[in-house]
């Protein structure tokens, strides 16, 4: 098989149909989405399906999720953290966040998610820390100030998940003039040299094309 994004998107759905099945929330969760006209870049199926393996694997119970979108990772991530866990999730645009409102309490999981509409640079600020596990999935810009907050919201052993650091393999330019590959740069250098953590990255291929995530333990 030739390696195309075509054969990617067909070899990412086989993995979902095996590992990941059906799921009528989710599945409603992204109809609402993109009836409401937000753009289609939420998290992959298996890639909501390992936010969710990593928050039960660390035992997380306190979530943070920056860039809420229709809510799609935040119902991945709250299911995980238990009736008694908690995700605060920050979303930027009040429509936005309101799509993601309905889709999460009709997933069953609002009582245990607290969306916080506002820009994260204003929001995270006013948040207590003690958080377990981070998303940031947010503006590619702001990388480096959601990381710098999730290490001061953290603790020695808080897990810190990065979206989108393939950028189709943007990310070798470093005369790069998009603002997105440039923010994405920066929180990779952050993480590589930031001694408040230890991290790697995996490039990914699949219905997103050609991205990845990075991970990092707050040490
Ligand atoms: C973009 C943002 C995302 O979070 C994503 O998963 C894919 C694309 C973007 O802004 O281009
Ligand atoms: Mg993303």
């Known amino acids: 098989m030739d390696s195309t994004p075509a054969a990617w998107s067909q070899a990412d759905s086989y993995l979902a149909d095996t590992l990941v099945g059906p ?8 109809v609402a989405q993109r009836e409401a006209g937000l753009p289609e870049i939420e998290v992959a199926p298996v890639a ?24 799609y990772s935040t119902i991945w991530l709250a299911r995980a953290v238990g009736p008694e866990g908690r995700v605060v999730t920050i979303e930027a645009e ?6 993601a409102r309905a889709s999460i ?18 929001v995270l600020p006013t948040l207590v820390g003690g958080f377990d596990l ?4 947010a503006d590619k810009e702001s990388n480096t100030v959601y990381l710098d ?23 070798v330019r470093d005369d790069s003039s ?20 230890d991290a790697t990255a995996l490039q990914t291929v699949g219905a997103k094309g050609w991205d990845g995530f990075a991970i990092a333990v707050v040490v």
């Open 23 to 30: 799921d009528a929330d989710l599945e409603s969760a992204l």
């Open 105 to 122: 309490d009709a997933a069953g999981v609002g009582d245990r998610v607290d969306i916080r509409i506002g820009r994260g640079a204003d």
């Open 178 to 197: 998009d603002p997105k590959v440039i923010g994405t740069r920066d929180g990779l250098r952050m993480l590589g040299e930031d001694p408040r953590f």
């Open 94 to 99: 009040a429509e936005n966040a309101a799509v």
């Open 134 to 137: 981070v998303f940031i999935d």
């Open 149 to 171: 907050w999730a290490a001061r919201l953290g603790h020695a052993g808080t897990v810190v998940v990065l979206d989108n650091i393939g950028r189709e393999g943007e990310i």
């Open 48 to 71: 909501g399906k390992l936010l969710n393996l990593l928050v039960r694997i660390s035992g997380a119970r306190r979530v943070l999720e920056i860039g809420t979108l229709g809510g």
